[in-house]
């Protein structure tokens, strides 16, 4: 899939946000990068890269306080390599960008990996 292409699949996920979460998103920086780093990866705690679709790295805003100004965004990586690799047909591949820029913005608003992977399991115990 061509870059601008996948760019786009993500500003649509981020524009299906529901407006309660989009008019709060503040102080973030969402990009798109082929693959993770080594630190990204690290940080991850993850080996291959291919593991990693998503990184959310900054300061949640429930973490936020009185003193949190004048700093640098926050940045939402979507790993389009890694993203392709997982999907082997390309209509599956919007619901998958869609996936990771849910569960990176949830991060951003204070949400964890556990709290995110009971959310996911509830959601699928319901259909």
């Known amino acids: 899939m061509q870059r601008e292409e996948f760019e786009a699949l993500v500003a649509r996920a981020i524009n299906n946000l ?12 969402i990009v798109v990068e082929d693959w993770p780093t080594p ?10 890269p291919g593991q990693l679709l998503g990184l959310y790295q900054g300061v949640p805003q429930t973490r936020r306080g009185r003193g949190y100004g004048l700093v640098l965004p926050d940045k939402i990586s979507i790993f389009k390599k890694s993203i392709e690799a997982q999907c082997s047909f390309s209509d599956k591949i919007e619901t998958i960008i869609e996936e ?15 709290t ?12």
């Open 18 to 29: 529901p407006p309660e979460f989009q008019c709060k998103l503040e102080n973030v920086d």
């Open 100 to 114: 990771v820029v849910r569960h990176e913005i949830a991060h951003h608003f204070g949400l964890d990996e556990k």
């Open 39 to 48: 630190g990204q990866l690290r940080q991850a705690r993850l080996r291959h």
């Open 116 to 127: 995110l992977r009971h959310i996911k399991s509830e959601k699928r115990g319901s259909k």
